[in-house]
């Protein structure tokens, strides 16, 4: 079930981000840690080149730690993040600046 959400999603969200054709925007994704089956969609997606035909040139990073994620969208070094929620909470309210950027699993 959460195979299919995770994939409905992205699925849903790739026409949001469709560009130009000659131009593919840059997207950096942090995963929650290494590549596993709850990150097929996005593997998948990928090596279909269904990103690169909406516009984007995505960049799929595993952390060297699952804390990680959070950190980096912060500090600017990746455009949005998987993560655990519980992580979330501790890091926003020790007051890492985190946006609308984040995704809770």
């Known amino acids: 079930m959460r195979k299919l959400v995770l994939s409905l999603c992205l699925l849903l969200c790739l026409p949001l981000f469709a560009a130009a054709k000659t131009t593919l925007k840059p997207l950096t ?44 969208v912060a500090a600017g070094k990746a ?13 926003v309210n020790a007051g890492l600046p985190l946006g609308t950027h984040w995704h809770i699993n």
Not at 29 to 58: C, S
Not at 79 to 91: H, P, R
Request: proline residues 11%; glycine residues 6%; aromatic residues 10%.
């Open 29 to 72: 994704v942090i995963l929650d840690w290494f590549v596993n089956p709850q990150h097929a969609p996005l593997i998948i997606t990928q090596e279909k080149g269904f990103f690169k035909q909406h516009g984007l040139n995505v960049r799929i990073i595993a952390p060297a730690d699952p804390v990680d994620p959070p950190k980096l």
């Open 79 to 91: 455009d949005i993040a998987i993560g655990y929620q519980t992580e979330l909470y501790l890091q």
